[in-house]
Each structure stands twice: as C-alpha cells, then as structure tokens.
C-alpha cells in the first residue's frame, strides 16, 4: 500500500443504505469527490480508501449520516454539506446532537429544529434572553425559528398573544396604490410572517386566534404609542427600520414579554443616505445586560444548497468591491 494511504471499513445497515447513499449515490460521491477518497459498497459494509486523514474524516461523515438516518431523518444534500463543513473542524458530533433539540411541530408532523450550530447558537439565545438579535442572510431560518419558538411558547401559556411586525417599505420598487381595504393594502408586506404561521400552527388554528385577538400581524407603524406586555413580539426585516422606529419598537416592551428582532444587513430598502435603526441598534445596544445577538452566516443557510452558493458568491463580491473603495479612499487621502 502507497505511504499515506490506508483503508478503514465501515459497517451500514441495509435499511439506512439508500438513504445515506442519497439518489444515484449523490450524497457519496460528493464526499468522494470533497476529501478524496474512494468507497466500495459490498455486503452491508463500505471500505473507504485514500489519505489517512481524509479516511478519518470521510467515516465520520458517514457515520454522522447513519446516526440522522437511524433517527428517521431523511438525508439530504444540506445534511452532507453542513456535516463535510464540521468534518473539517473535526467537530461531526455536533450535527447528532442538533438533532435532539426540538421546538416544535408543524402541523403537517415535520419537526421543526435548529440544523447548523449557528441556529442552536440563536435558539438558545432565544431561550435564555429577554431581546435576541437574529442577523443573518437569506435561507438561515432567523424569521422561521422565531416563529416557531413564539407559537411554542403561545401553547405553553407562556405567553397570552403573538405579535409579529415588520416594516411595510417595498423591495427596491414601488407597489402603486393596491386596491381593497387597509388589510389588503398592507397583506402582501406581511405574507411571509403569514406562511410562516399557516405551516407551524395550522390556518385554521391561527384564524381562528387571530379573531380573538390573539395573534396579530401588522406594520410597525401600528406599535407606536403601544405598551405590549405578556406577549412574544417579532419585528422581522429590521434592517428597513430607522433608527426612530428601531427606538421606538424597543421602547414598547411592558412586563413578561420577549422580542425577537430579525434583519440582513445585506438586504436594506431604505432610501439612498438613510441609516438602518438595525446598525444603529448593534452598535449603541451591543454591551446592554439581558440582550443578545446572534449572527447567522452562509454556513448557515437551510435552503436549496444553491442559495448558499448565491450568498457566499455575494458576499465574496461585496468584499472584493468594499476592499476597492476602501484602496481607493487611502490614493485620495495620500494626495498633496
């Protein structure tokens, strides 16, 4: 045998085989092709192949992947590429024990749980804090999880009402005036906070606590000169608030109430020259006891695999432009 190069077995049951392996063994020639070894599938066993650390690594991978299976998951092509990111680290006995920290159901059944340590990081946050700060890019769960723990806590009698908000600015184009009542005017700045509800708790069940005042959806704008006590309150797209409205919402918290506040730096809709109240809040708020922030990245994206590789390219050329501008500023400034 070459020098380097050593063998390692590994022992799958059949009934995890076909899902570990993934749809035309993609989920195994992935993490061939990432560490570079070879697998060799042959009664009940896989021989793996190549360098020794990348062996070492490549089993734990897969053994992550049995352990998910053996829980009833269903593998899928984000499980394999958070797992090969952790096999990295050496740190693949992280992904095990995501796995057990449940919040809650949909009513479909699904599970709903934090899938990345950076999720875990801000589900505990959450827990443990009056105000958490979830800032993150697109696809990492900071308004879904929110959602999630607040209904959990809703059921729990934790608290007696749900108040979810968002500021109601479009995306870089303008609406033009919508036809129907007010609710129907401002519905579609909401509708994602609406989905998110439906999937976790059930139209029916949400309606019908939205009818008793229970659960309420509404435009920032709507908070001003409010006291909200006894209730889980999320402001989502924070970073399209000013700072007077970032001030104004954190000022509204009463008695027995946790806030969760959600934005993207990356993703702001205010005019040209306006300042976020979301930059504004984590500097001058950062050191203040009893709130937390948490920071989701790329790595933590739980959609399609390909919104991750559109973050992470985005965010390589958001660098790459700032690192310009920033080279461009010391030319100027070293000018006579």
Partial sequence: MNSGIIEEQIELPGEHERNVFGQFDQNVKKIERTLQVTF??????????????????????LEQLVELSRKGNEITEQNVNYILSLAMEHNTQAVVEL??????????????????????????????????FGIGPAGTGKTYLAMAMAITAFRNDEVSRIILTRPAIEAGEKLGFLPGDLQSKIDPY??????????????????????????EVAPLAYMRGRTLDNAYIILDEAQNTTPAQMKMFLTRIGFGSKVIVTGDMTQKDLGAGTVSGLDVAVRV????????????????????????????????????????????????????
């Fill in 40 to 61: 060799v599938s042959r009664d009940g066993s896989l021989k793996i192949t190549g360098p020794e650390g990348n062996v070492r690594q490549a089993k734990e991978c």
């Fill in 99 to 132: 796995d057990g920290d449940y919040i809650c159901h949909t009513v479909s059944g699904r599970p709903v749980k934090p899938k990345t340590l950076g999720q875990k990081r801000y589900v505990d946050a959450i827990r443990q804090h009056m105000i958490t």
């Fill in 190 to 215: 909401l509708r994602p906070l609406y989905d998110a509800l439906h999937q976790i708790m059930g139209a029916e069940a949400f309606q019908k606590n939205m009818e008793k005042g229970l659960i």
């Fill in 285 to 336: 708020l950062k050191k203040v006891e009893g709130i937390a922030f948490c920071e989701l990245t790329s790595r933590d994206v739980v959609r399609h695999p390909l919104v991750q590789k559109i973050v992470e390219a985005y965010e390589g050329y958001e660098k790459k432009a700032q690192a310009q501008a920033d080279r461009k500023k010391k030319r100027r400034r070293g000018r006579p």
